[in-house]
């Protein structure tokens, strides 16, 4: 018969097991294992080896702790990477941080210039939004009193 359950012991029976919300039994978790097992292939990939920036993402990735020729390798990665392509602007004051330099006297200059601007604008908004605030309080006071 077609829709006749599978026996505990097969994938099938391990899913049912899930979807109804149990634990499933020892043999269709066994069943479920094979399964994955015969499933898997072994990937040729070949995993960076220590003293390389790699490795030092890898020991990252897995929670370990970094070893010092991969603190090493990462950090005159950072030393010698590329500088901002555009100096005097926010973009490339923000670039050297990432890039983990101190920022250029250009770059930090365009970086305060850019936050004087932005302090400007929020307190702009922010007054705008008092003054709508009160209007839309004395528009409701109108109608309530009406």
């Not at 292939?41 to 370990?64: F, K």
């Not at 307190?123 to 528009?139: F, K, M, P, Q, T």
Request: glycine content about 8%; proline content about 5%; charged content about 30%.
């Amino acid at each position: 018969m077609l829709n006749e359950l599978k026996p505990c012991g097969t994938t099938a029976a391990y899913q049912r097991h899930l979807r109804a919300g149990e634990e499933p039994c020892d043999q269709c978790r066994q069943a479920r294992s094979a399964y994955t097992r015969a499933r898997y292939i072994p990937s040729d990939r070949r995993l960076d080896p220590c003293g390389t920036p790699g490795a030092y993402q890898r020991h990252l990735r897995r929670g370990e702790e970094t070893c010092q020729a991969c603190r090493a390798a990462f950090a005159a990665l950072k030393a010698n990477a590329p500088g901002p392509s555009k100096h005097g602007t926010n973009g490339g004051y923000r670039m050297h941080l990432q890039a983990g330099q101190i920022p250029c006297e250009a770059c930090r200059e365009a970086a305060r210039e850019y936050q004087r601007e932005y302090r400007a604008r929020r307190a702009g908004a922010e007054e705008r939004s008092r003054v709508l605030d009160r209007l839309l309080a004395e528009a409701w006071a109108e109608v309530t009193a009406s």
